[in-house]
Nanobody, 127 residues
Framework: QVQLVESGGGLVQAGGSLRLSCAAS????????MGWFRQAPGKEREFVAA???????YYADSVKGRFTISRDNAKNTVYLQMNSLKPEDTAVYYC?????????????????????WGQGTQVTVSS
């Protein structure tokens, strides 16, 4: 059974930092693209960041320079370091895994192209 379990969310003041973790189990993820998405109340789920199997990363423009995605394949874990947080970063953050790593970056910016999802972790940034 494939599982993605996020942790590390919480309440933080604007300008602060949080580190999200996503522990994957049930299949080998080292060859999969891993991504983070977020969804704020009343809004659609949006792409945040993704990391390819060999480590290349890409980000939404809204988080570029503030967030860093990384992976530890030995631990089957992906991380999202979030710095200089803003109130508009408030959302439920979801970890996702695609099947393999065969396409370009635009493909992995789309939620429908991911096969597995975690349950989400709430991030709230107060002003």
């Amino acid at each position: 059974q494939v599982q993605l379990v996020e942790s590390g969310g919480g309440l933080v003041q604007a300008g602060g930092s949080l580190r999200l973790s996503c522990a994957a189990s049930g299949r080998p993820f080292s060859r999969d693209v891993m991504g983070w998405f977020r969804q704020a109340p009343g809004k659609e789920r949006e792409f945040v960041a993704a990391v390819k199997s060999f480590g290349a990363t890409y980000y939404a423009d809204s988080v570029k320079g503030r967030f860093t995605i990384s992976r530890d394949n030995a631990k089957n874990t992906v991380y999202l370091q979030m710095n200089s947080l803003k109130p508009e970063d408030t959302a439920v953050y979801y970890c996702a895994s695609a099947l393999g790593d065969f396409y370009g970056s635009m493909y992995y910016r789309t939620a429908v192209n991911y096969a597995y999802w975690g349950q989400g972790t709430q991030v709230t940034v107060s002003s």
